[in-house]
């Protein structure tokens, strides 16, 4: 989704030209010559031309010749919007005719009379989700969208996005969404206003897929942030990070952010500065996050938990102090194959999550071909304790790590120096009468241990590095992980 760069300039109706010239009217530009000719000379200078006008007209006659200049110009509004800003900044007239000057683009998808009806209902209403339908419906926008005082003024801005084909335009997708929350009669006037635009615009399709992703997302509440680390496969010690910032808990995929490439050393700083970045995005909600790293087999050792936050600031704080931290199979995400057995698992979790599901894998279970592989097979496990860390090139017919995520086992968990045993304990206090539904966010409570008085059965040190790999198919990001071009 990208704002519209075609060129806006065309015929603006009267009723428009009418409320446009009674705003500069109530500024004081139609009793004040020199305030006329100081605002045409500022339009002058920022549009690059000459404006002419008869000596002749009366005061408001050549505010209208401004407003009917500027309408036959490319951005002509948008510049006499900014001049009066210039002029007039902070009044309430600055902001109607801003407000004016946003919808007037509405006509290129809504019909006037249909911009009529809805601005009624949506001027002056600020229900509490606003701004995170405005997040939602300006998902690809490259800066956080700005605080609106209505649901009028996010819809006339959003009006200024295109969609991709198929797609519907982010501002009637904001009115879907606003009308889904405001529910009652209100509610229904606003879904049946999308419902008409959408078939006239021949989008049902994208309507319909839009109201099952909504019933499908799931309870709100909790925010991810996914991030992806792969070796650049060019450039010996680069790696590519992919980020994908969730900012409305009941939306899925969240899109994909902007791709970097950094040297090792700066690997910590780079990540550092993504959760930085998406807690500025994350202010004004009030929501639980999760971090989970997206790693192929070669990076499943880095200690991507203890990486701090704030390293610039001279006190930094290491990732799982704040955050329930996760790691998730690149391989798996891109092997399709492995899908289906993969979700029936993740069912089967669902349905009986008890510490009975867990597999403490034993080294003899590769000693034998295939050993492993029929163990895992039984439906019941769903979770694997791994002997040790996944090696980088594991010995053929003896890796543990491949056997579970062909099985589809959707949560595995390791040490690089712990054994079974040992792990057998902490496990089993972690997943507790609870389940393992919250193994993520009770292994964060855990190790808390580490830093204070909390009396746990084993060493607290075990927690430090214990590495946690959670896997859920109904949240995938991405179709694959191509490597865009590097410049």
Known sequence: ????????????????????????????????????????????????????????????????????????????????????????????????????????????????????????????LAPPGLAAAVRRAARDAAVPPPRYEDAWMAFSDLADFNAAPEELPPALVFIELIGAECGGPLGADLIEWTTRQARRLRLDGALRRLRSESRTAGPAGRLHLVIAIEPDGIDAGRYQISPWRQDDAGQWPPPRGEIRFVCADDLEDEIGDLVGVAEEYWAGVASEVAIEFVLPRALLNLPV??????????????????????????????????????????????????????????????????????????????MMVLTESPPVRPVPGQDQLFAALRAGLPILVWHPTAGVEALREVVSWIVGANGLGELPYRTQQTRQAIFSDLSVPFDTDILRDLVVLWDDPGRLVGDTFDRPART
């Open 305 to 382: 938990h203890s990486w701090s936050t704030d390293r610039r600031s001279g006190d930094p704080s290491p990732l799982f102090i704040s955050y329930p931290i996760v790691i998730r199979s690149l391989e798996r995400l891109e092997t399709r194959q492995w899908h289906r057995r993969w979700r029936l698992r993740w069912r089967a979790l669902e349905a009986d999550p008890s510490v009975d599901r867990v597999y403490f894998c034993h080294e003899k279970d590769t000693e034998e071909p295939h050993r492993l592989d029929s163990i895992l097979s039984d439906d019941q496990w769903v």
């Open 1 to 124: 989704m990208v704002r519209q760069v075609a060129s806006r300039r065309g015929r603006v109706n009267l009723a428009a030209r009418k409320a446009l010239v009674d705003v500069l009217a109530a500024a004081g530009f139609a009793h004040d010559k020199a305030r006329r000719a100081l605002l045409v000379g500022e339009l002058e200078t920022v549009l690059e031309c000459q404006f002419t006008f008869s000596d002749q007209l009366a005061p408001r006659d050549e505010l209208l010749e401004v407003v009917n200049a500027c309408g036959r110009l490319e951005d002509g509004m948008e510049a006499l919007a900014d001049v009066f800003e210039l002029m007039r900044p902070g009044t309430p007239e600055c902001a109607e005719l801003r407000r004016l000057v946003s919808s007037l683009w509405l006509r290129d998808v809504i019909p006037e009379t249909e911009q009529e009806l809805i601005r009624a209902r949506l001027t002056g």
